[in-house]
T-cell receptor, first 114, second 110 residues
Framework: EAGVAQSPRYKIIEKRQSVAFWCNPI?????LYWYQQILGQGPKLLIQ????????DSQLPKDRFSAERLKGVDSTLKIQPAKLEDSAVYLC????????????FGSGTQLSVL | AQSVTQLGSHVSVSEGALVLLRCNYS??????LFWYVQYPNQGLQLLLK??????LVKGINGFEAEFKKSETSFHLTKPSAHMSDAAEYFC????????FGAGTRLTVKP
């Protein structure tokens, strides 16, 4: 079974530039999450999708971050413009859909903002 | 909103010693609780989960955790540490979504 795919693996940009991350969840998984993991901290939830609808985006900095999940499958997370404090690993995770289920994580995208 | 607090950002034990990683949760409704492990340069993997069945949950690699409602705790234990257990461990709570603690880095000394 293929896992959660994320790309790119690494990205280096300068502040005020834009960047986009892509995630393809496990086939059939209804729920998709984006997390931000700053070095030395736990993953922080940015946004949760159920199929192609947003369930929770209360911690997403909406002035610069946006995310979409068209057709309820793959998803993109965008930052525009990036700030130095956005340097982190961006993790995508998916699950079949119920709260009892574990999350399957991708390898993440490591973003460095210079 | 639900949250978890992990006591101790860094725990160091000797090989063969008991491992105890502490997690306390805050939730207004019965939670689902999880422990994940992150090895260097790898993604998060599930160790074990509590979903309101048995309060003592056994996971992979000899780890187990006990749900104690009276103490709002879900501490992770392993009787005998192995060098390969060195990693970052995250406690998580799921009500409407999955929220993670700050993590505890486990170091195992030979």
């Amino acid at each position: 079974e293929a896992g959660v795919a994320q790309s790119p693996r690494y990205k280096i940009i300068e502040k005020r530039q834009s960047v986009a991350f892509w995630c393809n969840p496990i086939s059939g998984h209804a729920t998709l999450y984006w997390y931000q993991q700053i070095l030395g901290q736990g993953p922080k939830l940015l946004i949760q999708f159920q199929n192609n609808g947003v369930v929770d985006d209360s911690q997403l900095p909406k002035d610069r971050f946006s995310a979409e999940r068209l057709k309820g499958v793959d998803s993109t997370l965008k930052i525009q413009p990036a700030k130095l404090e956005d340097s982190a690993v961006y993790l995508c995770a998916s699950s079949p859909g119920t709260l009892r289920e574990k999350l399957f994580f991708g390898s993440g995208t490591q973003l460095s903002v210079l | 909103a639900q949250s978890v607090t992990q006591l101790g950002s860094h725990v160091s034990v000797s090989e063969g010693a008991l491992v105890l990683l502490r997690c306390n949760y805050s939730s207004s409704v019965p939670p689902y609780l999880f422990w994940y492990v992150q090895y260097p340069n790898q993604g998060l993997q599930l160790l074990l989960k509590y979903t309101s069945a048995a309060t003592l949950v056994k996971g992979i690699n000899g780890f187990e955790a006990e749900f104690k409602k009276s103490e709002t705790s879900f501490h992770l234990t392993k009787p005998s540490a192995h060098m390969s257990d060195a990693a970052e461990y995250f406690c998580a709570v799921s009500i409407n979504d999955m929220r993670f603690g700050a993590g505890t880095r486990l170091t195992v000394k030979p």
